[in-house]
Each structure stands twice: as structure tokens, then as C-alpha cells.
């Protein structure tokens, strides 16, 4: 069977985008491996499958599939890119639309030529949300880590994320941290893992290891929770520029109970088919 894809990326923050082509689709962890990697494959950090809306006045359910095959709940960029997508399909005959996955649903709207802006809900900083083993919610958790204890802020957008404050993301330890922290016992679900830099009240650097598909050249999602964390702990303002590998997202936070808004760019790389 032959499904066609579109690759699409945010920042270096690649994707396929495609229509689920039969009720029930559900590719192996293996073909996701397979058509992921970078050599031999498509190469791509997630893979985004359409399906039909569940909810009156939505566009679309979109399901999320990591790199390494894995289904998860939420993906800030993939959400942008599937709005610019869809809009380009002519979806947007109001300047926005509403769109659902396992994590929750998205408004999303155009805000530019080529920018985009989601709202991805309410951040939740409770440990349920983000199926962390804590006794209770706290601005700072401490995890052992290779015989050493470090200290995480953690929130879920639709997703879980731990989110370490350091001096320098250049020199921050994201290959040898970032994997240790994602299958740290006390995450149950794995977990995404931020490393951010505040420059200032309105701007920081940021590197994360997504769960599933290694260090990103950006992660909306995480922009999003770092944003949060450092909101939460009264270091950023309510607008806040995010400098990742892949270039400039912008976070709009007002805090705690209020919405958080993502927009960056969404840019098609090229169309094609894959064979199932």
C-alpha cells in the first residue's frame, strides 16, 4: 500500500505528515525505526498521522510517533506544521482551527507568511500529569542521577518535561544527561528533558532531549515547559523569546491557570510516498 507524506519541519524539528490511508492504520515500531533513519530512510524526529476529527469542529486527530517508534501524547512543532498544512489544504476559512490529540486539543492559528501559533492549554505542573513518583508537587525535584543529585523543575504540556536550569547550554551535558533523565525511574512514561539557559527576563537558550528521538534541533513542546518552569519560579516574563539549535521560537505565558501560546515557523521540506 502506498501512503503519501509530506516532510515538513519548525526549526530543524523535522516530521512526515500524512493521511491515515485505511480506519485502523497502525504501522510496526519497526517501519517508524526504519523510515526514521537519517541514511537510510526519510530521516525524520516524528511521524504525524491524520485521521478523522472525534470531536465536532475540530480539522483533525493527529497521533504522534517518535523516532524510535513510540506513540506519545503531544508535539508543539508537529502541531504547527500539521496547522500550516492543513491551511495550505484550505482548512482555515476563519483564520484558525481547532485540532485534537492524545494530549489534548490545539487551537492553532496563522500568524505570518510562514508563522504559525498554537495554544497548547494550561500547563500542569501536578506529578500525575506527568506520571512522576513525587509525594507531592514542588518547584524542585531532586533525582539521583549517576550518583549525583539533580535538581529539575517538571511539567506537562500535553507531555512531560524535566527541565534543568544550567550556565551554558554550550557546554550543558545534554548527551550524557538528557538520556538518563528521559528513563529515570521516577518518570514512568519516560520523560522529555530541557536544559535552559536565562539570559534575561525575556529571552533564554535552550537544548532538549526528546524522548524517543535524541537532542532536537528544536522542541515546541519543551520551549513551552521551559518557559513555565522559569515563569513558575519568577526568572521570565510573560513573553519570552527561546533561542534553540534550529533558531527563534517565541513563548506568550500570562501564568499560572492561563493558556500558553507557542508560534515559530512551519516550512515544507518536500512531498513523497513510502510503501507499507
Not at 88 to 117: D, F, I, N, Q
Not at 134 to 142: E, F, G, I, K, T
Not at 155 to 177: D, K, M, Q, Y
Request: aromatic share 6%; charged share 20%; net charge neutral.
Amino acid at each position: 500500500m502506498r501512503v503519501d507524506f509530506t516532510k515538513m519541519h519548525g526549526l530543524g524539528n523535522d516530521f512526515i505528515i500524512f493521511d491515515s490511508p485505511v480506519a485502523g492504520f497502525a504501522p510496526s515500531r519497526e517501519l517508524w525505526q526504519r523510515l526514521a533513519a537519517r541514511h537510510t530512510g526519510i530521516g525524520f524526529d516524528q511521524a504525524l498521522m491524520l485521521e478523522k476529527p472525534r470531536q465536532s469542529g475540530s480539522a483533525a486527530f493527529y497521533r504522534i510517533f517518535n523516532a524510535d517508534g513510540a506513540e506519545v501524547e503531544q508535539c508543539g512543532n508537529g502541531a504547527r506544521c500539521i496547522a500550516a498544512l492543513l491551511s495550505r489544504r484550505g482548512a482555515l476559512p476563519a483564520g484558525a482551527m481547532t485540532l485534537e490529540s492524545a494530549g489534548g486539543l490545539v487551537r492553532a492559528r496563522m500568524a505570518g507568511e510562514k508563522l504559525v501559533s498554537i495554544d497548547l492549554g494550561v500547563p500542569n505542573f501536578a506529578p500525575d500529569a506527568l506520571a512522576l513518583e513525587a509525594p507531592s508537587q514542588a518547584d524542585v525535584y531532586l533525582l539521583e542521577v549517576e550518583g549525583k543529585e539533580v535538581e529539575i523543575g517538571a511539567v506537562s504540556i500535553g507531555n512531560p518535561h524535566a527541565v534543568l536550569s544550567v550556565a551554558s547550554v554550550a557546554t550543558a551535558a545534554v548527551e550524557r544527561l538528557g538520556p538518563a533523565i528521559e528513563h529515570h525511574r521516577r518518570f514512568r512514561q519516560r520523560v522529555n528533558v530541557g536544559f535552559m539557559e536565562v539570559t534575561d527576563r525575556s529571552r533564554i537558550r535552550l537544548r532538549v532531549h526528546e524522548r524517543g528521538a535524541g537532542e532536537t534541533l528544536a522542541c515546541g513542546t519543551g520551549a513551552c515547559a521551559a518557559v513555565a518552569v522559569g515563569r513558575a519560579r519568577g526568572r521570565l516574563d510573560a513573553d519570552v523569546q527561546v533561542s534553540v539549535r534550529g533558531g527563534e521560537l517565541r513563548v506568550n505565558w500570562a501564568g499560572p491557570g492561563e493558556h500558553i501560546w507557542l508560534t515559530g515557523p512551519a516550512e515544507v521540506s518536500f512531498a513523497g510516498y513510502f510503501e507499507v
